[in-house]
């Protein structure tokens, strides 16, 4: 993909990267283990899943943690952009690690074709909301005092049972009937609301396809 080798060119020798997750972000780790292997690029991925942790190991790129390291910067992929650069993201229930190492990063590249962006938050996807086990009944119950028009807990593909997120949560996908910049802040105020899927203000220069 064109995006993925354009942002894996940006890539500078002592760089401490933001890997993020998906199909696109997995091409885009393909691009900078070439690089490492072929130009000898000398780089760090801070990655936000287990499986872009095993991705960099088998392509030979050094991996490292938040603890350990400040990412220069980020790449990730998205699954709604609207026209101000705020993100719907979280299909691949990772969004606490994204956004974290997103927020951590002192700049963002967001790679996207042409069928993410959107005219208003929402129109294609839920929001994924990231919910502790024990209080999945409780944050339930709040988020259906919202503008909501319905919510589910998300069911795992391949296994009986929902979906668990990379760090040992639930999900909960909301279809809101409007979302605004205190959509989050109002979830986030729920007790048990870990993280959500809405990236808002984060302002990520944005690649397309």
């Known amino acids: 993909m064109v995006v993925a080798r354009k942002v894996a060119s940006f890539a500078q020798d002592g760089d401490v990267i933001g890997a993020g997750s998906g199909s696109t972000s997995f091409l885009t780790l393909q691009e900078l283990g ?21 991705t960099a190991a088998v392509l030979g790129v050094e991996a490292t943690t938040l603890m350990e390291d400040k990412p220069d910067w980020c790449y990730d992929g998205a ?12 299909r691949g229930g990772a969004m606490y690690r994204e956004k974290l190492v997103m927020a951590s990063s002192d700049k963002a590249y967001i790679l996207v074709d042409s069928s993410k962006f959107v005219e208003k938050l929402g129109a294609k996807f839920a929001v994924p909301v990231e919910v502790d086990q024990r209080a999945l009944h409780y944050v339930q119950t709040q988020i259906e005092k919202m503008d909501i028009s319905g919510s589910a807990l998300r069911p795992a593909g391949g296994k009986d049972g929902p979906v668990i997120t990379e760090s040992g949560h639930l999900i909960l996908d909301v279809n809101f009937n409007a979302i605004t910049d205190t959509t989050e802040r109002d979830l986030k105020a729920i007790t048990g609301v870990i993280e959500t899927g809405l990236f808002w203000g984060f302002k990520p220069e944005i690649i397309a396809d």
Not at 36 to 45: A, R
Not at 79 to 90: F, M, P
């Open 34 to 54: 070439r690089r490492v292997k072929e130009d000898g690029l000398q780089c760090k991925v801070i990655p936000t899943s287990r499986e872009m942790e095993m």
């Open 79 to 90: 699954d709604e952009v609207d026209g101000q650069g705020n993100l719907i993201k979280g």
